[in-house]
């Protein structure tokens, strides 16, 4: 027989969820028929996986070692663990605490990764938290810490973390109810001398991974808001500080070309002859937007400064 305790990063889930995430290599049909035969007991009770669990709770599990082995699937998460260890770990930490990590990604990285080959954000925060002693390959087999909100890849700036599924849950919920206040800084083409609130509908074409913005309601467009004030006005180019309040697909990026300011460097929404002049004077080869603020429900807000190309080219 063996026992498993539910530590404080493990409660307020299903049991019947952690047994899944736990024995990998076992069926649904397979779990619930070991609850039914008390094989598993939560607490030396018969369970049926429905129940919450709490930190503290101790779980039966009467196996062979063999058949544990196998149904962990073990092999596969010491595979999986041992390759993260080898993943750069080198975070712009802006905040932690037991439930959370907030971090500063950098332009060019990818939040979660695209492909199996991938190295991402994520693969980052898991191994940052492995070497920093957080997170054994004992926990990592029943629940991977993941970041709660995704930049473009060329968009820099704050990103929230869960470290424990309490955290997750939360940042999820926040993010979610709109409860936290989201701040971005970008510089765009022109003078923008006057604070604006901007109202629309946003339509995006996931072939192209491109989206349209439209003045009035469209078929299958999302309605968007995206309030803006200027923070520093120079003769061509103004950094505009943005308040996100719907978090769609490219909205800024698209909101803001859609009133003919757009974003410096940008790719796909961008003014193409600007863009020429910007990557010959600054080396400017990404739109310049950046995460810079949160403000949590409680009040507490976190920064993650601009890079410096921003003031070199407000300076320029």
């Not at 869960?162 to 971005?184: M, N, V």
């Not at 923070?231 to 803001?256: C, F």
Request: proline share 3%; net charge neutral.
């Amino acid at each position: 027989m063996t026992e498993i305790q539910i530590t404080s990063g493990q409660e307020k889930q299903r049991f019947d969820k952690f047994l899944k995430k736990y024995f990998k290599a076992a069926s649904g049909g397979f779990l619930y028929k070991m609850l039914r035969k008390k094989n598993i007991t939560l607490n030396k009770k018969k369970a049926d996986g429905s129940e919450i669990l709490q930190a503290g709770d101790m779980i039966q599990v009467f196996f062979s070692d063999e058949t544990f082995s196998k149904m962990r699937g073990q092999e596969a998460v010491s595979s999986e663990y041992q390759k993260l260890l080898q993943v750069p770990h080198e975070l712009q930490v802006v905040y932690e605490d037991d439930l959370m990590l907030i971090v500063n990604k950098p332009s060019g990285m990818l939040s979660q990764k695209a492909s199996e080959s991938d190295i991402s954000l994520n693969e980052s925060i898991l191994s940052y938290l492995i070497h920093e002693g957080f997170l054994s390959e004992e926990t990592y087999a029943v629940f991977h810490p993941s970041v709660a909100n995704r930049l473009d890849r060329n968009t820099s700036g704050i990103v929230l973390a869960g470290k424990t599924l309490a955290g997750q849950q939360f940042l999820s919920d926040i993010l979610r109810d709109r409860s936290a206040k989201k701040i971005y800084h970008c510089i765009v083409r022109g003078k923008v001398e006057e604070e604006m609130h901007l109202k629309g509908y946003l339509l995006k074409d996931e072939r192209s991974n491109q989206v349209q913005i439209f003045s009035d309601e469209t078929q299958d467009a999302k309605p968007i808001e995206t309030a803006y004030r200027p923070l520093v006005v120079g003769p061509d180019a103004t950094l505009l500080e943005v308040h996100l309040i719907t978090g769609r697909s490219h909205q800024i990026r698209a909101h803001l070309a859609s009133i003919g300011h757009p974003i410096a460097g940008d790719p796909k929404y961008g003014d193409m002859v600007w863009n020429k002049k910007l990557r010959q004077d600054f080396s400017v080869r990404s739109q310049l937007l950046h995460a810079y603020s949160i403000t949590l429900p409680d009040g507490r807000t976190f920064i993650a400064d601009e890079p410096e190309i921003f003031s070199q080219i407000m300076r320029g």
